[in-house]
């Protein structure tokens, strides 16, 4: 368990890596879900989702910051102190949300990844020249 933070709130730093996770966090759904107005090959559709990309990664950066932020300071102790359950149930939601924001990117980065692989081997074995 991590030990409290000596204050009674979070430092800006964390509050600052939150509201900012919060905000990329809606601008990588945006760019993706405003690629559907825009025909498949166009520019402005390839920019979104270069966007979605680049700004899902920002993410990815952001959470390993702020993991090492709250790693090395802790959280402020909660009072009055909460039955235990309660506890419990908010540090399950807590490490849940840091799975989510973490594995996102890395399995965005991966399907990517894997695109361009498939798209690229069945050109390079049909292709004459190779
Ligand atoms: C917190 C970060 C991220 C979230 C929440 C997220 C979420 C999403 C969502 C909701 C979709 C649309 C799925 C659908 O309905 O078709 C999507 C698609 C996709 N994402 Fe992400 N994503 C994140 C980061 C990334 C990153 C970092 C990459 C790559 C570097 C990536 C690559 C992709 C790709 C390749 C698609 C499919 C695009 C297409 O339809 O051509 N994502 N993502």
Redesign the pocket.
């Known amino acids: 368990m991590m030990a409290p933070r000596a204050t009674d709130r979070y430092g800006s730093l964390a509050i600052g890596l939150h509201w900012l996770t919060l905000e990329i966090?809606i601008a990588?759904?945006t760019c993706?879900n405003l690629?559907e107005l825009y025909p498949k090959g166009g520019d402005p559709r390839e920019a979104l989702?270069t966007w979605?990309?680049v700004l899902?990664?920002t993410?990815?950066a952001l959470v390993m910051v702020r993991l090492l932020d709250r790693l090395r300071g802790g959280a402020p102790a909660v009072i009055p102190s909460l039955p235990i359950w309660q506890s419990r149930l908010a540090s399950s939601v807590h490490v849940l949300l840091y799975v989510f924001?973490a594995v996102?990117?890395i399995l965005?980065?991966f399907?990517?990844s894997v695109?361009a692989y498939l798209h690229w081997r069945p050109r390079a074995r049909i292709s004459p020249a190779s």
Do not use: S
Request: proline share 5%; no cysteine.
């Open positions: 966090l990588v759904y993706i690629t989702k979605h990309f899902g990664l993410i990815l924001v996102m990117p965005g980065w399907l990517l695109g």
